[in-house]
């Protein structure tokens, strides 16, 4: 294909409309547990095989733009394929039918563990805990096969763990992250991008530097923004955009920079951290929506449905303003070698951030004794060897606590 062709593509009229966009996401989000991978595969089932939206070609390269980027892959896949079908307005559709089902149930949780905890004890709370050892041990099992498939990205995975629990702040997992890209950069070179299609997505080169623009304008501004008025809803905005716009790798690498954003402060206590995180599990949708049940069990205000909205908004909108800010210009930037290298180091370090974050805040706060141990192997033979659903893993970790708190 030819680069005025890849133009062409690029600006093609969407030929669909955002209430059909709506009721086929609406569904995904009412039915996909499983995480990231499991969601592109429903994707890819009902978009190019059943509804035939885009042909296997594009949604390969559009799965491959979505994991070149920050950001939680599988909704940002469901932005661009709204927006091929339906523009602007069919993106908006995708995101809020996919993520809205796992949002309201995770506030309703957060709303009832006061009366769950009184009514069944604490017990169920700590196997919620546990079951997060066995999930985020399954996930740094699964990004470490593929993305520290050698010694030199196995040994940044582990640099950038001592790094992150070194320096346990946002700071020090910043810094794990461009450490990553560096290396990258100078010592994994090598290897060209696969043959790819043009994306027929219609986001103009204006729209797209207008959007990149907006990205870094509040990465940059929004801390300065927070300390000069006070406003602890400004604040909680910096922390969530700042969370979305660092997660590279999936989902679960946003517990540990959501944890240094809010447990440190007293936003949240890490109880109340870790038993939502385990909740998540057992919820369809994106594990981002983790951050609707953050805001709305936080201490200050605001918090409740307000502060839910909030913090599931500023956590997303990076990832509208990069795949709208990257669209136009994917065709070139796959193919540079310096951006490929870097994205390696980076994946790298990420797995070494969720490597610590297995060890603290979760092994930590979950594992405080042998039955405790005995729990999460068992969850996590499930989870691996049995390939039970998280939901049911969850659901079953969360009555073995009750039943070991009441022997």
Known sequence: MSKHEA??????????????VFAAFLKLGLTSFGGPVAHLGYFRDEFVVRRRWLDERA???LVALCQFLPGPASSQVGMAIGLSRAGYLGALSAWTAFTLPSAIALVLFAFSIGVLGEALGSGWLHGLKVAAVAVVA???????RSLTPDRERATLAVVAAAITLAIPSAWGQVGAIALGGLVGVTLLRGGAPADHAALSLSVSRRVGFTALLAFFVLLLGLPFLAAATGSQGVALFDAFY????LVFGGGHVVLPLLQAEVVPPGWVTNDSFLAGYGAAQAVPG???????????????QPNGWAGAALC????FTPSFLLVLGTLP???????????????KGVNAAVVGLLLAALYHPVWTAGILGAADFALAASAFLLLFMWKTPPWLVVLLSAVAGA???AW
């Open 7 to 20: 133009s062409r593509s690029v600006s093609a009229t969407p030929h669909g409309h955002a209430g059909e």
């Open 59 to 61: 949604y390969a390269d």
């Open 138 to 144: 399954l996930a740094v099992l699964g990004m470490a």
């Open 242 to 245: 700042r969370a979305g716009s």
């Open 286 to 300: 994106p594990l981002f929506t983790f951050a609707a049940y953050l805001g709305a069990v936080m201490d200050p």
């Open 312 to 315: 599931l908004v500023a956590v």
């Open 329 to 343: 210009f994917w065709e070139n930037l796959r193919r540079r070698p310096m951006a490929q290298s870097a994205l």
């Open 403 to 405: 039943l070991i708190a």
